[in-house]
């Protein structure tokens, strides 16, 4: 049934395909940026030098420091290239780490922004920001942030190494996961939710046998793609909270996080979210979708238990009391045993089935 809902479109121009950063020449024409600042993280160094090369005159330097969550002080010092060369636009090549950089550039100055994924977190398509001074991260959302113009060239995430590509692939999923429940989800993000986490499903398991694979690239960062529209349209619920919790208090890496507590909070919300399960299930081609997923990683050798990524027991406790502290939208109202139920099963590494958080 088609219930009444908001659609609202993002400006935003996308380019998807092999070998579109070719292109990046003319859409920086196309946005009238001359003097271009290339962001990258330190790792990523020699590509964001390839890169400046290819916009030649149009580059007016390049800043390497990027870091997650993005840190202010990087940013500052990013500010005083910007101002001293004279920048008038940024290309963020990377992940969430530089892209978020990028964002934080344009929040200050209004600058354009072109980003170029190389991963599938997905910060591109949103007007979220997140900053981190003094230990603590805190959240603006605001239109100055979202980039004007996206590149995605899949070649570039040939390189992306094939764990990562599964834990950042889930951390996708899960934006088109909390998407189809969310209060304010609408008949497109539900479609390009399902179509996302069905290329994301296909994708990454091959990418962990055949990490060359362009088709399975394909895939998996179309579905990253759609995921991130799906993220940047609707509000996330209990996963992403709590992945904002565990991350924040115990600072948990960020794809590894979602990858270890999406299968959970799946099998949580399953009772509450009929409409979503269905979608998941036509999506990855059968029922059992927690426990699915929950293989996919798996099967990847990537960690699936809160512990393997150094969070103590004595944390769990204090886990559920952080996402307990605010009221948030969720298809199932969080109950604390059965929270606590989650928080220990994904500390521990259980793998979730339909029974798991019964009643
Ligand atoms: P990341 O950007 O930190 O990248 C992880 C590592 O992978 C880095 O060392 C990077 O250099 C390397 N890398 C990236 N692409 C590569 C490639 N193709 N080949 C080889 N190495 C590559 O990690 P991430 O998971 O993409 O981003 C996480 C950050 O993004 C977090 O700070 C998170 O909060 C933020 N984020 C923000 C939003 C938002 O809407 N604001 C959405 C998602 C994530």
């Not at 024409?29 to 890169?51: F, H, I, K, W, Y």
């Not at 406790?317 to 604390?336: I, K, T």
């Amino acid at each position: 049934m088609i219930t009444p809902f908001v659609y609202e479109g993002q400006p935003y121009r996308v380019l998807f395909g092999h070998g579109t950063l070719d292109r990046l020449p003319e859409e920086a024409a196309r946005l009238g940026c001359n003097r271009l600042l290339v962001l990258s993280t330190p790792d990523q160094r020699q590509s964001a030098e390839q890169l400046a090369a290819l916009l030649g005159s149009r580059c007016a330097g390049i800043y390497c420091g990027a870091r997650m969550h993005t840190p202010v002080d990087v940013t500052e010092d990013a500010m005083a290239l910007v101002e001293r060369a004279r920048i008038d636009g940024t290309v963020a090549l990377g992940g969430g780490s530089t892209i978020g950089l990028s964002k934080a550039i344009a929040l200050r100055t209004d600058l354009s922004q072109i980003a170029v994924p190389t991963t599938y977190a997905g910060s591109e398509m949103t007007r979220i920001i997140g900053q981190t001074e003094k230990g603590e991260k805190t959240t603006q959302v605001t239109a100055k942030v979202l980039p004007e113009t996206v590149i995605y060239d899949v070649d570039l995430t040939l390189t992306l190494p094939a764990r990562l590509s599964v834990t950042s692939g889930i951390n996708a999923m899960a934006h088109a996961v909390e998407a189809l429940y969310a209060t304010n989800t609408n008949p497109i993000v539900q479609l390009m939710a399902e179509a996302g986490i069905a290329a994301l499903y296909r994708g990454l398991p091959v990418i962990v046998r055949s990490p060359g694979d362009t088709e399975a690239r394909r895939d998996a960062l179309y579905g990253a793609w759609l995921s991130a529209v799906c993220l940047g349209q609707t509000s996330m619920a209990l996963h992403h909270k709590l992945c904002h919790v565990l991350g924040g208090s115990f600072n948990l890496p960020h794809a590894e996080t979602h990858t270890i507590v999406l299968p959970h909070v799946l099998a949580y919300n399953a009772p509450a979210a009929r409409d979503a399960v269905e979608a998941i299930k036509r999506a990855i081609g059968g029922p059992g979708i927690a426990g699915r997923i929950y293989d996919v990683a798996q099967n990847a050798g990537v960690p699936v238990a809160l512990r393997d990524l150094g969070m103590l027991e004595s944390g769990i406790d204090r886990a559920v009391e952080f996402a307990l502290a605010n009221s948030y939208a969720n298809p199932r109202p969080l109950e604390p045993v059965l929270l606590h139920r989650l928080i220990a099963n994904a500390w521990a590494g259980v793998r979730p089935d339909h029974d798991t958080y019964k009643q």
